[in-house]
């Protein structure tokens, strides 16, 4: 079974940056694919954006892109996610999840979650 433990989460002014790790108890090698959700308070949980293990192709949310970067270190085991520019907007719990080949995202795995508040 694959832990994934999220950090870097806290409290920044707008405009302030954060970058966000995810480090995995196994090799993310065996993914297909890993991502960054996130979920405001009163809000459904929604995509961030997600990078393609092997191939590096990365997508992105709209409201994240040229503002998020998404990378990961397989030598670390470790996903990350620079956040700059950050708005009030970005406030949320931000979640790591790994793409197993053959699942789906929620069949897959998720860590606990990262607390991210932006303050106006």
Not at 35 to 43: D, I, S, T, Y
Not at 70 to 88: E, F, V
Request: glycine share 12%; net charge positive; proline share 3%.
């Amino acid at each position: 079974q694959v832990q994934l433990v999220e950090s870097g989460g806290g409290l920044v002014q707008a405009g302030g940056s954060l970058r966000l790790s995810c480090a995995a108890s196994g090799s993310i090698g065996s993914f297909y694919a890993m991502a960054w959700h996130r979920q405001a308070p009163g809000k459904q949980r929604e995509f961030v954006a997600f990078i393609i293990i092997s191939g590096s192709d990365t997508n992105y949310a709209d409201s994240v892109k040229g503002r998020f970067t998404i990378s990961r270190d397989n030598a670390k085991n470790t996903l990350y996610l620079q956040m700059n520019s950050l708005k009030p907007e970005d406030t949320g719990v931000y979640y790591c999840s790994a793409k197993p080949p053959g699942r789906n995202w929620e069949n897959g795995y998720w860590g606990q979650g990262t607390q991210v508040t932006v303050s106006s």
